[in-house]
């Protein structure tokens, strides 16, 4: 942290840095896709997928260390009731993952994906969004640097994903701080509401919007306010894998908004940032059309814990494997097209 200045000039100061996709490796994956034994294009996204590796990577595409990681904080508000499920699930689910029972365990067994789980002071939640701002600005730029650490492994394909019990409500305000809109435009269910929860949750993100408001026009100061931990360290990863060139698969609703506020302070922050799915969290789909993002998979999902950006991450082994290991039409002796 700066000496001078405030905590988040050192966030400001990493934005400015970012680098650009490498035009060149791009282009050579470009050129490579159009030598490889299929009719041109048949590969659709998958070919997208390894142009963009490469332009990220800065060199022929290549994941020899993908790895998923989850992010774990606590919220004030989620004593309110803003979730079907009671805070102590984040704890609960935190000792799953390292017992190896959680859903992302077995994707991550499935595609051989890295997975690390980073748990943010569970037993301090942030204050409660709907009276005060969740962190200080001291607070989020340390969690946003705390989160940058995720890349210390050297992964070269990284998956982000959270765990947090209300959560949900907190991206729903994050959503109408960036995008406009009044509670009930974001709020969806969550791990799962009735009538009577989804109009106790909605009218609660709307306190956070109205108490917020007036600090709208500033991202990092929405991120500090409505966001969380989990929320801060992801906005940290995904701007420290940009900085190192590791390319990033978001996973649903929560995590997307972490992406948001990076766009939001730059357009081209999340350049580097593939959308893993769309969530069946309603306002998912909302956001990534705000965002300008089209999802890889739509599977009525609505997890979160990294499971959509780790499905995703097996599509973009596929689409590396083949970029690398195709025969081209001269090596193959297969005719090209006349
Ligand atoms: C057992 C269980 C496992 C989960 N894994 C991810 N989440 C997901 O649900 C939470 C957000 O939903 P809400 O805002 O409604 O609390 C987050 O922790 C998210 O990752 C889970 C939730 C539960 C209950
Ligand atoms: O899409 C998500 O990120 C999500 C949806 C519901 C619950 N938790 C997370």
Redesign the pocket.
């Known amino acids: 942290m700066s000496a001078t200045g405030r905590p988040f000039d050192d966030i400001r100061a990493l934005l400015a840095q970012m680098p650009g996709p490498d035009i060149r490796a791009r282009h050579d994956a470009r050129h490579r896709q159009e030598e490889l034994t299929k009719p041109s294009g048949s590969l659709g996204r998958l070919e997208d997928i390894a142009e963009w590796m490469a332009a990220w990577q800065g060199r022929a595409p290549s994941v020899n260390r993908p790895t998923v990681a989850i992010f ?1 904080g606590n919220h004030g508000v ?1 004593a309110r009731g ?4 009671p805070t102590a ?2 704890q ?2 935190v000792e ?1 993952f390292a017992a190896g029972g ?3 365990n077995q994707i991550c067994a499935t595609f051989d994906l890295g997975l690390k789980v980073f748990d943010l002071a569970l037993d301090y939640p942030t204050a409660d969004m709907s009276k005060e701002p969740a962190l200080s600005e001291k607070d989020c730029a340390a969690t946003m640097a705390f989160g940058m650490e995720c890349l210390a492994g050297e992964p070269d394909l990284l998956c982000i ?11 729903a305000a994050m959503f109408a701080a960036l995008f406009g809109g009044e509670a009930a435009d974001w709020v969806g ?5 009735d009538a009577a929860g989804m109009e106790r949750k909605r009218a609660i993100v709307q306190e956070a919007i109205d108490l917020h408001r007036p600090h709208f026009g500033n991202p990092l100061e929405i991120l500090r306010r409505l966001g969380g931990r989990e929320l801060a360290a992801m906005s940290g990863a995904i701007l420290a894998a940009r900085l190192q060139r590791v390319p990033v698969i978001v996973d ?1 609703y ?1 995590a997307t908004a972490s992406a948001a506020i990076l766009q939001a302070l730059d357009p081209t922050a999340i350049d580097h940032c593939l959308f893993g799915h769309v969530s069946a969290e309603p306002g998912h789909q909302a956001a990534l059309a705000r965002m300008g993002k089209v999802p890889l998979l739509a599977l009525g999902m609505r ?3 990294g ?1 959509g950006a780790a499905l995703a991450a097996a599509m973009v082994k596929a689409a590396v494997a083949c970029h690398n290991g195709m025969a081209t039409f001269a090596q193959a002796g297969v005719p090209d097209r006349q």
């Open positions: 774990a989620a803003v979730s079907a499920y699930v984040t609960a689910m799953n959680a859903a992302i994903g959270e765990m947090g019990i209300g959560n949900t409500a907190v991206a269910p969550g791990t799962g509401h649903g929560v997890l979160g814990e499971t």
